[in-house]
């Protein structure tokens, strides 16, 4: 089975327009860096847990992160 990074590549597009690295995310968000660091890399997919918080850490809706 094939997995869709869709969402893991709208985080990282909206990182780059907010100026936001992941560091800051990892401490707005409490979604550990290293867990954001590999989604960003597209080595783990993002998990349903950790869309509400990366969202409100960006001011967006969680829909925002799944296009």
Same mark, same amino acid.
């Given at each position: 089975?094939?997995?869709?990074? $869709?969402?893991?590549?709208? *985080?990282?597009? !909206? !990182? $780059?327009?907010?100026?936001?690295?992941? +560091?800051? *995310?990892?401490?707005? &968000?409490?979604? #550990?860096?290293?867990? *954001? &660091?590999?989604?960003?890399? +597209?080595?783990? #997919? !993002?998990?349903?847990? +950790?869309?509400? #918080?990366?969202?409100?850490?960006?001011?967006?809706?969680? +829909?925002?992160? *799944? $296009?």
């Amino acid at each position: 089975m094939k997995r869709d990074y $869709g969402a893991n590549r709208e *985080l990282k597009r !909206l !990182l $780059g327009e907010r100026g936001i690295t992941a +560091e800051e *995310l990892a401490a707005r &968000s409490g979604v #550990p860096y290293v867990c *954001l &660091s590999r989604a960003l890399e +597209e080595r783990r #997919p !993002l998990y349903a847990d +950790e869309l509400l #918080p990366l969202a409100r850490a960006l001011g967006v809706a969680v +829909e925002a992160l *799944l $296009g």
